[in-house]
Every structure is written in C-alpha cells, then in structure tokens.
C-alpha cells in the first residue's frame, strides 16, 4: 500500500488539495538536517539518539552534515565558552535559509552550573534560539521530544508571508 | 608504504618547487571527537607539523571548585570525563577521604568498584565504536551500542541518571544497590563476553583495519615515559601499569584480573589493549557481584564536611590514564585549591610526536587512538 | 613511602623541608637547586622518577611566599611518589623550565602560567593553552573573581 493508493481511495484520482504553506512546511520539518556541533556531555545523548537504540532516522534526520552549509538544524549541545563563541556564531551565520536552532541541555540555555569566567551563560544572548531542552544532559527522548514540537513549530509557519523573509529577528553576529 | 612519494617529493622540493600547506582542522569537525583545532602543515598528504589549539571548552572548573563545598564539586567532576562520570567521582571522593584519614566500608567499596568497571566498559565500547567509525568502519558502532545501552540502562537502575551519576559520597555511596540489579547484571555479564567474541571478529582480523592501524600512531616506550603518557597508551607499548594493581584502592586488590599489556606500541595494540580491559572488567564484575559484602553503604558524618589542613594527591586509573587530584585544605568547608590531573590532557601532548612526518589520514587514526574527551583536557 | 634521606644528605641546603601527611612525602626546596635535584631524581637508580605527574602552582593569597611551584613525581620501578614544592617570589613568580628533563612539563607549564601567571623561563613555546589568546588576565589567582570581569 503506498501514497498512490491511499491517495486512489481517499481522495479520488491521487488529487490532493492543500495548501502552498502546508506542503512547504511539511517537505521541511520531516528532512531537518541537523549540523554536527556537540560540544560536551550533550553531544553523548545526541549520537545516542542519532544510533540505533533511538533511531533518529525514522523522522529523516539522521543525515548529521558537517559542513553548515547543507544543514538546516545546529543543535547547540553542550556548554558554549567565550573561546568558542566566534566558532558558533560563524557557523550558524554559514547556515543558508531556513534554519532553526535547539538549545539543548541547560549549559546550552542558560549556562548551566558552570556560572564563572569563561562560559557563556546561555546561547540565547547571540542566537536566536526555537527551542529550549532541559536536562544535564537531557535523556535521549527528550532531545527527541524536542525535535518533535520543533516540528509541529514549523508546520505553523508562514514561509510565504512577506514579512517573514528573515526567520527570527535578534541576531547579533 | 608511502617511501616512493615522499622521495619523489624530497627532489621536488630540492629543486624549490613545492609549499607546503596550511589547513586547520576543527573546532567544529567530524572527526576530533569535540572542540578541539589543530593547525596543520601539509607538504602534499605528509605532515610536516602540527599544533594543537585547545581550551574550547574550558569551563573554569578548579576556580568553581575552589567556591562549592566538598560535596557540591562531586557533580561537577562527573563532567569531566563524561564517557565514564564515575570513576571521576570515585577518584575525588577518595582524594577527600584520603584528606580525611577515612575509608568507606567495604560494601560500599565493592559497590564503587561495580559501577566504576560499568562506565569503564560502556567508555571503551563508545572508544572502540566512535573509532571505527572515523576509519570507515561503520557497522560495529551500531552494534556496540546495543550493550552500551543496556549498561546506561544499569546506570539509571542504580544512580538515576545515565551519563552523569554523582552517586559517590564522601564516605561511601548515596544509596544501597535496588534489590532486581543484581541478577540483571548477572545475566548481562554472563551474556556479554560472546557479545565482545562478535565486535572482535568484525575488526581485530579485519584486515583493512589491521593496514589503517598497524604501525599508525607509533610510540615508543622510552617516548611514553618521557611524555607522561599513561592509561592503555602506554599499555600498549609494553609498560605494565596499572593503578588498579599496581597502587590499588577502593578493594582492587580483591579481585583476580590481569593487567592488559602488549608491545606493539601502535593504535592496533591500544585497541587491542582496550578490548581486553573490556574483558577483564566484565570479570571484575562479576566477581564483586558474586562477592558483594553486607553491611553499610556509608559512613554517616555529623555535620558540616571540614577536613583537617594539609594537602593530598590521589590517582586512580582512569578508562584513559592516571586520573589525578590535587587536594588543599585549609580546614574550611571548601577547599582551598583543587588541581585535576587530566589523562587526556597530557596524552594528547603526543600527537606531535606521532604524526609528524607521517600521512595525514594516519594522523586521524592516531588521534582516535588517544581516545580523546576535550572536557578533561579543557576542564 | 618513599625515603628521603638519600636526596637531603645529597643536597644539603637545598632542601628546605620534609613533611608527610596521609602517606604523601612533600620535600620543599630553594628555587636553585630545582634542576640538579630533578635530574638527580630522574636518573639515581634508588629514585628513578622518570615519570613527572603533574606541574602547577598554588596562590596562598595572603601568605609569603605567595606564590608556591609544585611537582608530582612518580617512580615505576620502586611504585613510588614524591611531592616538590619550591617557593617562588610575591612580585614576579619565575623558575625554570623541568621540559629539558622531563619532556611532558610543556603543556603543564603553558597551563600553569596561563592560568597563574607563572613564568618558566627558557621555556621553548611559553603562551597560553586554555583561555584565548588575546585575554590578559589570571583566572586562577585568588584576586580574580569567579564570574570574571567581562572578557570575550
């Protein structure tokens, strides 16, 4: 049984009707292409989740491209220091349209329990950040879950909306 | 293997017609294992000098450390080598009781030594999978996993958390093991070394990683000692030390294992060296299980944590090497400096030694041979 | 515990101190006589500490000497260790470099003064390894407060 035949049953003759924004959206969320950046003990519970005890690939994700140029998602997963900032902001600036970014882990969102001279407390204070996921570090189904209301986020989306050219607003690179 | 190349390459450049060229690798890159850059100079596929750029991801852990009290640290260590959080926390909690003139009771001693020997499996597995991935080899990883799971799976039975346990006390364990683990690690352990038997047959044989290993990353004994390299590093290259036997703690000395050595002081070897720590650590296992003693699973303590003035160093043996920390005191409930001496840290200072010279992509497999984790080099 | 005696009939006004505390041996010595004593350490047959643990520094803050050089050693041959400690001056913490007998102080030396500001002289690559390069400050010195002050 395939689309082709559901869609014979249904909906008579394989016609489907919708709209522009729905299929864009929905062509996006279900082949996010994160971009490799585990940091620290984050990055552990990412590959995890990425490996065959939790499988990622069920949601079109398991492509993890190295190089920003072909990924849409960066998982920030780890504690971010002041040395590495550049790095970060470079490679999310190399990211091409769309892109979303997930804080993942609370050294990621708000520093963590590392409050002293050399770590960013939060990434959020340069990136625009779509979703928070708690944890230290977070289990790998809540990584997962996270990458779930990522998606539903962007199925309410309106990419053809003038005034949404540019994704999310604050970014100081 | 590569002698006419670079022969031809040496009267090229005798006439002056080459350069060599710069490239930087990391910090964000597939294959450094985390944030670590190395700027590297390449006369063609040759290397001709590399130089390590670290502290990615230095967090300022001695300096934090220097503000917490005693137990507050215990979490933050865990996230140092965080492949294996508990034997970091083992290594700082018997540093403090060093400091203090106590010991845990032997219950708690054989619990510490089962849930150490369980990261220390799960650490190598990850090693081995992670490395065989970096040279091409991707179906072992998918399968290694498979234990690692059910060892993280332990981990959360007894600690509540996967990666990052902070079970250790100062003076024992948090809490006494749940009633359903032992005979559940029992039927892991006896299942588990045919499961080990599988992942050798995919690689020791193999010999397309027996040609990207062999001879790859090598260094000497004399190299090793000079260097400070410890841990299956220099186990590899015929030293034979090991803290667990050679300066035992926390009941080592209890149980019937063998140190892994061999001589061949390349990454096979260290491979080699790793999967049979694997085995020996599943032994170890099972005998604490079989032998686990009654009692207390700690030593209660009255009031505030204030060990006397004066200063110590513990090491324990660590899935990568000496593990060391350097306690002060000042009679105060925080201490006054903690140095951690970091394995990775100073095996890494070997790279150099190992890849210049050699082709590049030997440089990857000796870099993956020093099983890297930047959270301890960076601390 | 490792036996000291040899080393102070060795260096006689050397050695400033023998202490020992929950079986570790500390030997505090004068800041000259570092090298010789190590390479004595590293190659008389009753020592044989090839192996160098660890190099750092501790910022007594208050005290004199402020600032305090300390070496790990470790001997496989005897399964032994040993702790010096070498009392450096308040203003200008400096001492020479161990990298000649033990090649692995290198970087725990680049750590130490980054961190501390410590410097070894003849030192062959002395800069700093952990913070950025461009930072100038010691985060490790007791002066300095945690949560820094405003670097990037």
């Excluded at chain 2, 590399?50 to 507050?72: D, F, S």
């Excluded at chain 2, 352990?189 to 790859?216: C, H, M, Q």
């Excluded at chain 2, 296992?285 to 079989?290: D, F, P, V």
């Excluded at chain 3, 161990?98 to 030396?109: D, K, L």
Aim: aromatic share 10%; charged share 25%.
């Amino acid at each position: 049984m395939g689309l082709e035949t559901y869609l014979g049953d249904k909906c008579g003759e394989g016609v489907v009707i919708t709209s522009m924004e729905k299929a864009i959206n929905w062509a996006r969320k279900s082949s996010l292409w994160p971009c490799t950046f585990g940091l620290a003990c984050c990055a552990l519970e990412m590959i995890d989740l990425a490996l065959s005890p939790y499988d990622l690939s069920r949601f079109g994700m398991e492509v993890f491209r190295s190089s920003p140029r072909q990924a849409d998602l960066m998982i920030v997963a780890g504690t971010v220091t002041k040395k590495m900032l550049p790095a970060v902001l470079r490679i999310y600036a190399q990211m091409t349209e769309p892109k979303w970014v997930i804080a993942m882990g609370a050294c990621a969102s708000t520093g963590g329990i590392f409050r002293s001279y050399a770590v960013v407390q939060g990434i959020d204070q340069y990136l625009p950040v779509d979703i928070y996921v708690p944890g230290c570090p977070p289990r790998p189904e809540a990584l997962l879950d996270g990458i779930l209301k990522l998606h539903e986020k962007i199925m309410k989306e309106k990419p053809l909306h003038s005034s949404n050219a540019i994704q999310s607003g604050s970014c100081k690179i | 293997m590569a002698e006419p190349g670079i022969q031809i390459i040496a009267e090229v450049r005798e006439r002056g017609e080459t350069e060599t060229m710069e490239i930087n690798m990391g910090p964000q890159h597939p294959s450094t294992h985390g944030v670590f850059r190395a700027v590297v100079e390449l006369d063609g596929e040759t290397v001709v000098k590399v130089v390590p750029h670290l502290g990615y991801l230095h967090r300022g852990i001695e300096k934090i450390a220097e503000n917490r009290t005693y137990h507050q640290i215990i979490p933050l260590t865990d996230r140092l080598d965080y492949m294996a959080g508990a034997s970091n926390n083992l290594g700082y909690c018997l540093a403090v009781e060093k400091l203090m003139g106590i010991e845990a009771p032997p219950r708690a001693q054989f619990i510490r030594v089962i849930i150490t020997e369980l990261s220390r499996i799960s650490s190598h597995l990850f090693w081995a999978g992670a490395t065989a991935h970096d040279l091409g080899a991707m179906t072992p990883f998918f399968y290694m996993v498979r234990e690692r799971e059910q060892i993280l799976f332990f981990l959360e039975m007894i600690t509540g958390a996967r990666l990052t346990p902070s079970f250790f006390r100062i003076g024992g364990v948090a809490m006494d093991l749940p009633p359903e683990f032992h005979d559940e690690c029992m039927k892991f352990v006896k299942a588990f070394p045919p499961r080990v038997d599988e992942y050798e047959a995919l690689l020791t044989e193999n010999i397309i990683w027996k040609s990207r290993t062999k001879g790859v990353g090598y260094l000497s004994a004399e190299d090793c000692i000079g260097l400070g390299v410890s841990g299956p590093m220099a186990r590899a290259a015929g030293i034979n030390w090991d803290l667990r036997k050679n300066q035992p703690y926390s009941s080592y000395d209890k149980f019937d294992f063998k140190a892994a050595v061999y001589n061949g002081c390349d990454a096979y070897d260290r491979y080699r060296v790793r999967m049979m720590e694997i085995r020996q650590s599943n032994e170890i296992i099972r005998q604490a299980l079989e032998g686990v003693p009654e009692g207390d699973y700690s030593i209660t303590m009255k009031g505030a944590l204030k060990p006397p003035a004066g200063e110590v160093y513990m090491a324990i043996e660590a899935p990568r090497g000496e593990l060391g920390f350097y306690i002060i005191s000042d009679g105060t409930v925080q201490p006054f400096r903690m140095k951690i001496r970091a394995p990775t840290f100073v095996n890494l200072q070997s790279l150099a030694k190992m890849s210049e010279g050699k082709l590049f992509s030997d440089m990857v497999a000796a870099l993956a041979s020093v099983d890297l984790v930047l959270a301890e080099v960076d601390r | 515990m490792t036996d000291v005696t040899k080393l102070k009939s060795a260096f006689p006004d050397a050695v400033l101190n023998v202490e020992e505390f929950r079986g570790d041996v500390t030997v505090t010595l004068k800041r000259e006589a570092l090298l010789p004593m190590c390479t004595f350490l590293r190659d008389d047959p009753d020592y044989s500490f090839r192996f160098l643990s660890d190099v750092t520094a501790v910022d007594y803050k208050d005290k004199t000497p402020r600032f305090v050089a300390v070496y790990h050693l470790l001997s496989h041959e005897h399964n032994q260790r040993l702790r010096l400690k070498v009392p450096l001056e308040d203003e200008r913490p400096e001492i020479e470099t161990v990298v000649g007998i033990w090649p692995t102080a290198n970087w725990h030396e680049r750590e130490t003064y980054d961190l501390l500001g410590v410097k070894f002289l003849n030192h062959p690559d002395l800069r700093r390894i952990l913070l950025p390069y461009h930072w100038d400050c010691h985060p490790l010195r007791k002066d300095y407060p945690l949560e820094g002050k405003g670097e990037l």
